[in-house]
């Protein structure tokens, strides 16, 4: 079928290119604008508590809000503020009161209860149209209220600065700007450098990135949002910079598999678009069988019972497919429209492979030794799962994803200095009558007394809010710890528990708050990795067994790239938490590293298990066979392996926390997905297995010209002897 595909290719190179080219302007320039979602609650499911409690307060509760921005005054010297400083604060809110800015639905003076103990501290609560949550329109009245109040406090001894929610959104989106600039134009740096090198040739380094971001980039992000739009997905501010190295990092994997084997085709003889065919006849399977792996992967995030995954994967679904389809059509007509040389320019000894290459060296030790390499490589796997089991999984995805000098930032780090921890994000409990009557406002205080008494609870309000039909209360409790600290997550699962327990009869209690709204994350992501992670693998494994036709082989490329995710895992819970010290590394990240490294790691597998079955096939022993795989596709896995880390490892770049730990894990799990799985361990266990391998299939032996990895015609029509590749 590929060499089919190959050879209509190469015949119709022009027109194909062409087509692409029509393709995506047209589905770039016709797709709808997507605004990101950064609204943790609005990833969570109805039937979770908090935000059952949201929808209590929504309706018992309308003229009430939760401050989706806080201002904050203080003194410019940092001492307790003066009459004359109340009086400037009085002065200012109203001027913004007065200036009617678009959205803004209230501003809340200054009053003693937003004041903290020291007098240093000052807020102003300030509610914004809630319908603005899921548009650009909710950062940017954040960035009006802060100018406008900056300009108000003009020429007072008092400083003004804006947080809450609002103003998180906006500067996680102009961090997230700069962190994309930085990820993109360091990825891109770094490909056309490295492939480059790799070549020896200026156009080779660059092939990669024009086809994946000027082709395959706007082409996914126009399909992406088609389907967001489609089918009511979220989108979450991270997918525009995984997206970028998903699309070139992939994109660049598969150009290799095909450029490498397209200069070994012309070093056996073949003419150029000859060479292109057989080049895509040959690697169009493993390439098309490792995208199917990433993305049945990435698809099944959408049994995810988080928004924020429901709308990540299907995206790099989507991205994948394309970025794929295009290394099987738009590459190949590329290279079959520019001579060789020019393509290799300006090295010039690209057809001659060179004696005694490192790869044959390493091929020969796993041919020589399989038993000794599958268990150094297996050994390092397994020493590294060993700090998985210290993983602390924390849950400040706004804080993690911000530098810390950004002025929600230091808004947040004052609320927790001058008032209490959890004053910033307060939980609340609505008690509500459940037989239509109204509250017995007696039994209050004997509830609240059992609230307050909850280890980890700074303070319950003794009275409540009552709604106006009398049938539901609301009781603010503060924590003593960060809304998004594990302490503060745990606090809330046992104030649930008492509050559930302690509610007088005929009444209900929902829990509900930012901190509740963690704790349910944390229930869903529990949800997640019982159903998605397995539902991926056996997907992944389902893949696999169709491409090799064996019901062995997949179970242990399975178990390999499953020590790779448990190895990421330790090795980066190793560095964070033990060696930097960090209290935990964020909740996503393991299924993150399941995802990138379990499919990306699948890939490499797939590349050189399809090697080997391919030596097999022309009548070498299984470790002949593992030695010619190593031989010739390690260069391959080496150079995808290491461009693809390279890329992933930008993030590092980015500034911020999470960006720091998902860029290691990914690098690191990669370089082992490469250098250690693909390289090592799967060929020493192919070669020691032996033809059982390929059990119930025939994947050892010669003779199957009609199947995808048999044996191709030559530069003349003629079959090739065996060894010629």
């Known amino acids: 079928m590929f060499h089919r595909l190959g050879h209509f290719v190469v015949r119709r190179a022009w027109w194909v290119i062409a087509a692409w080219v029509v393709a995506m302007i047209a589905i770039a320039a016709s797709a709808p604008k997507i605004a990101a979602q950064t609204d943790e609650a609005a990833f969570l499911p109805k039937h979770y508590e908090s935000i059952q409690a949201a929808q209590v307060q ?30 400037a604060m009085t002065k200012i809110v109203q001027g913004l009161t007065d200036k009617k800015i678009e959205h803004v639905e209230k501003i809340i003076p200054v009053s003693e209860q937003t004041t903290s103990k020291d007098g240093k501290y000052a807020l102003a609560p300030i509610a914004i149209d809630k319908t603005t949550q899921q548009s650009d329109a909710f950062g940017e009245t954040a960035k009006h209220l802060r100018e406008e109040g900056k300009a108000l406090t003009s020429g007072t001894d008092l400083k003004f600065q804006l947080g809450g929610a609002a103003a998180q959104a906006l500067d996680q989106k102009e961090a997230s700007g700069a962190a994309d600039a930085i990820i993109a134009l360091s990825s891109v740096l770094l490909v056309a450098i490295i492939v480059g090198i790799i070549f020896r040739s200026i156009l080779a380094g660059l092939l990669p990135v024009l086809l994946s971001l000027v ?101 790099l679904a989507i991205a994948v497919v394309v970025t794929a389809f295009a290394s099987v059509t738009l590459a190949p007509a590329v290279l079959a429209v520019i001579p060789a040389r020019g393509v290799f320019w300006p090295g010039k000894k690209w057809m001659a492979e060179p004696a005694n290459a490192r790869f044959a060296a390493l091929g020969r030790m796993v041919q020589k030794r399989p038993a000794l390499v599958a268990i150094a490589s297996g050994g390092v796997l397994v020493a590294l799962t060993a700090g998985a089991l210290g993983y602390n999984g924390t ?240 260069p391959t896995v080496a150079a995808a392996g290491f461009i693809l880390a390279v890329s992933f490892a930008t993030f590092m770049l980015a500034g911020n926390i999470f960006m720091l730990e998902f860029g290691f894990a990914m690098a690191f799990g990669i370089f082992l997905a490469a250098f250690v799985m693909a390289m090592f361990f799967t060929p020493a266990l192919t070669a020691l297995i032996g033809r059982a391998a390929w059990w119930p299939g025939h994947g050892d032996t010669g003779g199957h010209s009609s199947g995808p990895a048999a044996p191709l015609a030559g530069a003349h029509g003629m079959p090739e002897p065996a060894g010629r590749h």
């Open 395 to 634: 849950f400040d995805l706004a804080g993690s994803s911000m530098p810390k000098d950004k002025e929600s930032m230091v808004v947040q780090d004052r609320l927790v200095n001058g008032f209490s921890a959890g004053a910033a994000d307060p939980t609340h409990v609505y008690l509500s009558a459940t037989g239509g009557g109204k509250l017995d406002e007696g039994k209050f205080d004997g509830f609240v007394a059992k609230l307050g008494a909850v280890p980890g609870v700074a303070s319950a309000a003794p009275k409540p809010q009552v709604s106006q039909d009398g049938a539901t209360a609301d009781f603010t409790v503060l924590l003593k710890n960060e809304p998004a600290s594990n302490d503060a997550i745990d606090t809330v699962t046992e104030l649930r528990e008492v509050a559930h327990a302690q509610a007088p009869a005929g009444t209900e209690a929902k829990v509900g708050g930012l901190t509740a709204i963690y704790k349910d994350i944390n229930l869903a992501m529990s949800h997640d990795y019982k159903l998605v992670f397995p539902v991926a693998g056996l997907l992944i494994l389902l893949i696999l067994g169709l491409q090799l036709r064996s019901v062995v082989a997949p179970w242990y490329l399975m178990a390999s790239v499953g020590l790779g995710f448990s190895a990421t895992l330790g090795s980066s819970t190793l560095l964070f938490q033990n060696i930097k010290g960090e209290h935990g590394m964020m909740f996503m990240l393991p299924i993150l590293i399941y995802l990138f490294v379990v499919a990306i790691g699948t890939d490499y597998n797939i590349l050189i298990i399809a090697r080997l079955r391919e030596e097999a096939r022309e009548g070498r022993n299984p470790r002949e066979a593992a030695r010619e795989a190593v031989r010739h596709g390690g």
């Open 58 to 87: 929504e309706k018992a509760f309308p003229a009430s809000f939760t401050p989706s921005a806080l201002a904050l005054f203080e003194r410019n010297d940092g001492a307790p503020m003066g009459d004359a400083d109340k009086a």
């Open 215 to 315: 082709v395959a980039m706007p082409t996914s992000n126009g399909l992406i949002a088609y389907a967001t739009k489609a089918f009511d997905l979220e989108s979450t501010p991270i997918l525009s910079a995984i997206l970028i190295v998903v699309v070139l990092g992939v994109g660049t994997d598969y150009f290799l598999f095909l450029a490498f084997r397209y200069r070994e085709r012309l070093r056996a003889g073949d003419d150029r678009k000859e060479a292109v065919a057989n080049a895509v006849g040959r690697v169009g399977e493993a390439i098309a069988s490792a995208a199917g792996a990433v993305t049945v992967a990435f698809a099944a995030l959408i049994l995810s019972s988080l928004g924020m995954f429901k709308a990540l994967g299907p995206a």
